[in-house]
């Protein structure tokens, strides 16, 4: 079974920043198969990026994934109020099985 | 537009049944597949299972297998999600997702539901 951690479990930066989450998996992945989610209290999760690099639908261009093998990213390039929030990553597997990681949490510094 | 709407909030006791439902409407019911994923209090996300609504072939998450059904009735665009013996446990979030393709497979959850609350206890 493969394991998605994210790093760092939480990151505290300002509006205009730019962040840098991250995605380690316990084994080579696809990226095909490697996308993030965003998720606000009290919502439910949206899809931010799949296929790695590909923005979801309605998107803004600040969020951009990257990676591979075993080491992926999501970069914030510069930060709105709105962004602040948990991103989690989420792979498929063939079994088939979807593995979420743990999230990280974005907070205003 | 894509919508799902899950059915409200539930409060039961230890013991008993539930089921829970989500609907599809705003594309072809029968053309993605719908996973279950639960979110307990605090935590992350976790999938249950998956439900093909042409077929209702289902696949379940070994952690969820024996624990939970999932169903679904296409020709009311409905997936379902039910215990038949709650535990204190299965209080969480359920979510229903719409599994979009990449690469051909129903990879990711392009849509999500509101989510259910359900909250057991005695």
């Known amino acids: 079974e493969i394991v998605l951690t994210q790093s760092p479990g939480t990151l505290s930066l300002s509006p205009g920043e730019r962040a840098t989450l991250s995605c380690r998996a316990s084994q080579s992945i696809s990226s095909t198969y490697l996308a993030w989610y965003q998720q606000k209290p009290g919502r439910a999760p949206r899809l931010l990026v799949y296929?790695?690099?590909s923005r979801a639908t309605g998107i803004s261009d600040r969020f951009s994934g990257s990676g591979s093998g075993t080491d992926f990213t999501l970069t914030i390039s510069r930060l709105e109020p709105e962004d602040f929030a948990v991103y989690y990553c989420?792979?498929?597997?063939?079994?088939?099985?979807?593995?979420f990681g743990q999230g990280t949490k974005l907070e205003i510094k | 537009e894509v919508q799902l709407v899950q059915s409200g909030a539930e409060v039961k006791k230890p013991g008993e049944s539930l089921r829970i439902s989500c609907k599809g409407s705003g594309y072809s019911f029968t053309s993605n597949w719908i996973s279950w994923v639960r979110q307990m209090p605090g935590k992350g996300l976790e999938w249950m299972g998956r439900i093909d609504p042409s077929d209702s072939y289902i696949n379940y998450s070994p952690s969820f297998q024996g624990h939970v059904t999932i169903s679904a009735d296409k020709s009311i665009g409905t997936a379902y999600l039910q215990w038949s013996s709650l535990k204190a446990s299965d209080t969480a979030m359920y979510y229903c997702?719409?599994?979009?393709?990449?690469?051909?497979?129903?990879?990711?959850?392009?849509?999500w539901g509101q989510g259910t609350l359900v909250t057991v206890s005695s």
């Open positions: 989420q792979q498929y597997g063939s079994s088939p099985s979807y593995t």
């Open positions: 997702a719409r599994l979009g393709r990449t690469g051909g497979v129903p990879a990711i959850c392009d849509y």
């Open positions: 296929a790695t690099s």
